[in-house]
C-alpha cells in the first residue's frame, strides 16, 4: 500500500492503479470478465425455448411458470447456492446416492469453474427469463407466418425475423447477466472454493481483511469503467427507437 495515500490532504495518486498489474489482480479481472461471457451466453441459449413458450406457446400456464420463477427468489441467494454445495459435495445428495445404489463414488462435483458458471447461469436465470420473454413477446405472429408462407425455414426465421425483433429483451437480459455476474462473489467462494479468485472477491479483501482502502477503491473502480464501458457500447450498438418502429 503506498504510504498515505489514503488522505483527504493528499492529492489523488495512481500507484494503487499500478498495483492492479504489479500484483496480478488483472488475472482475476479476466476471471471475471470470462466467467460473466460464458455464462451469459449460456442463459441466452438455455432461456431462449422456455421464453419463447411463454410468449407464444404456453398461455395460462405463463402465469404458473412465472410464479414458480419468482418465488424462487424470495430465497437467498446463498442459501440456494448453500443447497447445490449440499448436492454436489462428496457424500452429497448425488454421490452418495451413486455409491449406495451403484457402488459409485467420486471425489464431488464441487470447486472448479464449470461449477461456478453453473451457479451464475441458475442464480441470474430470471434476470434473462424475463426480459427475454418480453422482448419475444413484441414479435408479431403474422411477421412469422408471412415468412413461413414465403418458404423461409425455421432457422432463417429465426435469425432474419425473431432474433432481430427480440433485441431489445435480449440486450436487456444479456447486460442484466453480464454486469451481475461480473461482480458476482457468493458463487465462486462457495461453488469453487479456492479453484478461482474473482474480482469481486479481490475488492473484498482488500476493504476487509486486508484494510486497504485506496487498493479496494482503485480494484472498484478498474471494474466500474469497465463494466460501464461495455454497457455503454452494447447500448448504443442498437437502435431501440428504429427496431420498435418508433423512428420517424
Not at 74 to 97: A, C, D, P, Q, Y
Not at 107 to 120: A, E, K, T, W
Not at 197 to 215: K, R, S
Request: proline share 4%; aromatic share 12%.
Amino acid at each position: 500500500m503506498p504510504p498515505k495515500s489514503f488522505s483527504l490532504l493528499n492529492l489523488p495518486v495512481l500507484e494503487n492503479y499500478l498495483e492492479f498489474f504489479r500484483q496480478g489482480y488483472w488475472k482475476s479481472l479476466a476471471w471475471s470478465m470470462g466467467m460473466a461471457f460464458v455464462s451469459t451466453l449460456l442463459l441466452l441459449i438455455v432461456c431462449w425455448p422456455l421464453a419463447f413458450a411463454m410468449a407464444k406457446i404456453f398461455k395460462r400456464f405463463t402465469l404458473i411458470l412465472t410464479i414458480g420463477v419468482v418465488l424462487s427468489l424470495f430465497v437467498s441467494e446463498n442459501i440456494r447456492l448453500f443447497g447445490w454445495v449440499l448436492t454436489l459435495m462428496k457424500g452429497g445428495l448425488i454421490e452418495g446416492h451413486l455409491r449406495a445404489w451403484l457402488g459409485i463414488g467420486f471425489d464431488g462435483l464441487l470447486y472448479n469453474v464449470p461449477v461456478i458458471v453453473f451457479g451464475l447461469v441458475y442464480v441470474y436465470f430470471p434476470f434473462m427469463l424475463f426480459p427475454l420473454a418480453q422482448g419475444i413477446s413484441m414479435i408479431p405472429d403474422d411477421a412469422r407466418q408471412a415468412a413461413f408462407d414465403l418458404g423461409a425455414t425455421r432457422s432463417q426465421v429465426l435469425w432474419e425475423i425473431e432474433l432481430p425483433l427480440a433485441a431489445p429483451g435480449i440486450m436487456v437480459g444479456s447486460l442484466l447477466c453480464f454486469v451481475l455476474a461480473a461482480g458476482a462473489v457468493a458463487e465462486s467462494k462457495l461453488l469453487g472454493g479456492q479453484a478461482v479468485i474473482v474480482i469481486a472477491d479481490e475488492v473484498e479483501t482488500a476493504f476487509t481483511y486486508g484494510q486497504n482502502w485506496p487498493l479496494g477503491s482503485a480494484l472498484a473502480m478498474v471494474l466500474i469503467m469497465i463494466i460501464g464501458t461495455i454497457a455503454v457500447v452494447g447500448i448504443s450498438r442498437f437502435n431501440l427507437d428504429e427496431i420498435l418502429g418508433r423512428q420517424r
